[in-house]
């Protein structure tokens, strides 16, 4: 039998568990094969879908190996081509497969390849979010494969793919905690990022409000001007309402406790006013710390610091 050139992916007809020949009044809906086309990190989750779903069912050889030809793609459909589809050659193709494509030191060196060529993350918490998931994904099948990734080489890896803001709270996390861990690493990378994905949520219903007045952002800044005469402004704490700046806040010290405050009071998360969202901000001061796009009390590298 030759191989189809556009073959459909492999349709599996109802099985019932335990046994495929006991009827059931269970009928569990038909089962579409993953493809796999040779990426060797993906192997060990094609192998064990397809063994449960068909190389343990209780169905003649010749039927395994028709699902099986139908779900190899590229690479891999180029092994099984010069192989004719019939009962005898069915184990010897899983066999082939399983050297060519299931050896675990490649499977390792693979991923070990694909963490070190992840791009660095942007300042953008989509970018980041995008990175964190390939990270998790590949220290998660090293795991599962047996190996630790409590290695230095891990975190350097890691930390080398985060933006600077992420890296300033990872770095103030570990300076606390002299039993500082790769997966405390990665708990504390996700648990930011969930973070500011909250904040960003909260602010989503704010887009069309029409813009704060231009004299709300020069009051942020301490002065305020009448008839051309500047005045000091009498300082509020948006977070507490105590009389200091607000990067000088000790009842909301940390940079979390800030953040869950914006969000309970819907402010923007540039100049921590209301009306409108950070979409629609025209405050442009940068970090007085760090110069980067975010208010100066929500700056990840300072704790309670002094105000500008």
């Not at 507490?240 to 405050?261: F, I, P, S």
């Amino acid at each position: 039998m030759e191989l189809v050139e556009n073959q459909q992916p492999a349709q599996l007809p109802t099985m019932n568990h335990p046994n495929m020949m006991q009827r059931s009044t269970a009928q569990l809906p038909k089962l579409q094969l993953c493809p796999f086309d040779g990426t060797i990190t993906q192997w060990q989750q094609f192998w064990e879908m397809f063994k449960a779903a068909v190389h343990d069912q209780p169905i003649p050889q010749i039927q395994k190996m028709t699902y099986l030809l139908g779900a190899l793609r590229g690479e891999a459909r180029m092994e099984a081509a010069g192989y004719a589809a019939t009962e005898a050659n069915y184990p010897v193709m899983i066999e082939l497969l399983k050297e060519k494509f299931g050896d675990p030191n490649r499977i390792r060196q693979k991923l070990h390849k694909e963490l070190q060529a992840l791009p660095k993350a942007s300042e953008r918490m989509a970018d980041v979010r995008k990175v964190v998931q390939q990270i998790e994904r590949i220290c998660r099948q090293l795991e599962g494969m047996g190996q630790s990734t409590e290695q230095t080489q891990f975190e350097v890896a890691i930390e080398s793919k985060m933006p600077r803001w992420m890296l300033r709270s990872v770095y103030e996390e570990q300076g606390k905690d002299p039993n500082w861990t790769v997966q405390k690493l990665r708990k504390h990378i996700e648990k930011t990022l969930k973070i500011e994905e909250m904040v960003a949520e909260a602010h989503k219903d704010n887009i069309g409000v029409q813009r704060a007045p231009a004299t709300e952002h020069r009051m942020a800044t301490g002065t305020f001007a009448v008839n051309g005469n500047r005045f000091p402004r009498k300082l509020s704490c948006v977070f507490c309402k105590g009389e200091h700046w607000n990067e000088k806040c000790q009842v909301n010290a940390t940079r979390e406790m800030r953040l869950k405050k914006v969000a309970e009071l819907n402010l923007c998360f540039k100049c921590l006013r209301t009306g409108h969202g950070a979409a629609q901000c025209t405050y442009n001061r940068p970090c007085f710390y760090c110069k980067e796009n975010h208010n100066s009390a929500l700056c990840p590298g300072k704790r309670g610091s002094q105000g500008p």
